[in-house]
């Protein structure tokens, strides 16, 4: 089938809108009409170069739609399904599966960074040649076919693009919090970087219950999102800021201090920001190659741990579902995240609106 998508060339070029060619799913996969997708920065890491992948590439690895077809054994899902899509999909059977780690799944993890489905090929071409699946998604086109184990099944009475968020943003930041971290009620949380990402994790600390949520970022408009997120306080990111999170937490420094820029400095700044005994948590995505100087010497002698979260330590079948009906319950804040909605022709204003630190979150909405 002919579709319409967003192409990106090469880094540092503007999204093209071109005419491409769809296959049909293969077994085990899934063709899913594109109702909205997020306008997330881990896409724009593509166009900077700082995450490499083959290309000329779809992005989009936000996203959610309806179910329109299923290849061949497929059993998880059925045509008029309501799905919010994971860019970890999991076998089931590997060691990480079998050791409750979807997320960290083995048998995809190769596919999908070579931008291809599981048996090595795309399913998308241009005048015959392969264009590549962004996480094995390609959620800025009209229609995708995605592996089975991508399509979480969602109630229908949720907004479908209130559930592309859930797809990203809102797994990774309040997975973050609840499943990485374990953060405890009663417990002070310093969330470092109030974008996408970083608005969850505020609201993730709020939905834990902890007493004190202290967000910083440069950018004041994204503080204010902050405060109407749950933060109890805000900082302009400075070099007097570990020195004000300290003063906010008797002296000590947070119990839980969460990275969500991935910048290596931040990440430093989350470790100076962290008690003694607390936990420094990097959910950031860091250029590929980068390096961070976090010291042995102050993790050992004042026993602070450092973990990663990577897409918030979520188990997408069990824990999308159980995060929209958090919202469905008004305990999560997701119509607040949707900024701006964008037609797909306006996929780089979109990503110049995100730069400019604007908005919470924009959508890619399809007709």
């Known amino acids: 089938m002919k579709i319409q998508a967003a192409v990106l060339e090469a880094p540092n070029r503007a999204f093209q809108v071109e005419t491409l060619r769809l296959d049909e799913p293969k077994a085990g996969e899934v063709l899913v009409r594109i109702v909205a997708s997020g306008v997330c920065h881990s896409d724009y890491h593509l166009v900077t170069g700082a995450t490499r992948h083959p290309m000329p590439v779809v992005c989009g690895h936000e996203g959610a739609g309806v179910v ?12 008029g399904d309501h799905v919010t899509l994971s860019w970890t999909p ?42 590549y699946h962004y996480c094995g998604l390609a959620t800025f086109a009209e229609y995708v076919v995605v592996p089975e184990q991508s399509c979480v ?33 009663g417990a002070s949380v310093v969330v470092i970087g109030c974008g996408g990402v970083g608005l969850n994790i505020v609201q993730g600390a709020a939905l834990a219950g902890a007493q004190t949520i202290i967000a910083v970022d440069v950018n004041e408009t994204k503080l204010a999102l902050a405060r109407q997120f749950g933060a109890t306080n805000t900082l302009l990111s400075d070099d007097k800021t570990v020195a004000a999170v300290r003063a906010l937490t ?31 948590v990097l959910a950031g995505l860091s250029q590929m ?46 119509d607040e995240l949707i900024s701006r909605e964008y037609r797909l022709e306006q996929v780089n204003e979109a990503f110049e609106t995100m730069l400019s630190g604007e908005i919470a979150r924009g959508i890619i909405r399809f007709s």
């Open 250 to 280: 008797g002296g000590r420094g947070a119990d839980y201090a969460f990275e969500a820029v991935g910048i290596p400095a931040l990440q430093e700044m989350a470790l100076q920001a962290v008690r003694p005994g607390g936990t420094a």
């Open 68 to 79: 329109e077809a299923v290849g061949p054994g497929v059993s998880r899902v059925s045509v």
């Open 153 to 185: 099944p969602v109630r229908k009475d949720v907004p479908l693009e209130v559930a592309a968020l859930v797809g990203c943003a809102v797994a990774t930041g309040v997975g973050a919090v609840l499943f990485t971290a374990n953060v405890r009620p």
């Open 289 to 334: 190659g980068s390096g961070t100087n976090l010291p042995g010497a102050v993790i050992t002698r004042q026993e602070k741990t450092v973990k990663g979260s990577y897409y918030g330590s979520v188990n997408p079948s069990r824990d999308f579902p159980m995060l929209l009906d958090l919202y469905m319950a008004g305990k999560l804040k997701l």
């Open 90 to 131: 999991d076998c089931g059977h590997c060691f990480y599966c079998q050791r409750g780690m979807p997320n960290l799944c083995e048998t995809f993890t190769d596919p999908i960074w070579a931008g291809t489905m599981l048996d090595g090929t795309t399913r998308l071409y241009r005048d015959g040649d392969p264009v």
